[in-house]
């Protein structure tokens, strides 16, 4: 059965880090990109960074640049994401997705087609 599990969510101080992992199951991860998208409540599906297959191509939107970093262990079936400097603005679900492909990877939330349940991030004071 193919699954991906978001984890690592939770209520965090402004400034403060969480570390956001997705797991997958029933399919070899090697192969595929990996994206993080975001949903605040009542906006859209934002992405936020993304992977390729080998790791050698990341790309990240502006609002997290400096501060969130991505990485994967293909051994372990898991992608991360290291979110530091949290600010309020950042509060939404957070979801993994993948998508076979070439050596590269894309921040459109259509290219993706396995998505994970979301993982809850609250920023807040």
């Known amino acids: 059965q193919v699954q991906l599990v978001e984890s690592g969510g939770g209520l965090v101080q402004p400034g403060g880090s969480l570390k956001l992992s997705c797991v997958v199951s029933g399919f070899t991860l090697e192969s595929y990109a990996v994206g993080w998208f975001r949903q605040a409540p009542g906006m859209g599906r934002e992405g936020v960074s993304c992977i390729s297959k080998s790791a050698r191509v990341s790309f990240y939107r502006d609002f997290v640049k400096g501060r969130f970093t991505i990485s994967r262990d293909n051994a372990k079936n898991t992608v991360y994401l290291q979110m530091n400097s949290l600010k309020p603005e950042d509060t939404a679900v957070y979801y993994c997705?993948?998508?076979?492909?070439?050596?590269?990877?894309?921040?459109?939330?259509?290219?993706?087609?396995?998505w994970g349940q979301g993982t809850q991030v609250t920023v807040s004071s």
């Open positions: 997705a993948t998508v076979q492909s070439a050596d590269g990877c894309m921040l459109t939330w259509s290219s993706y087609d396995r």
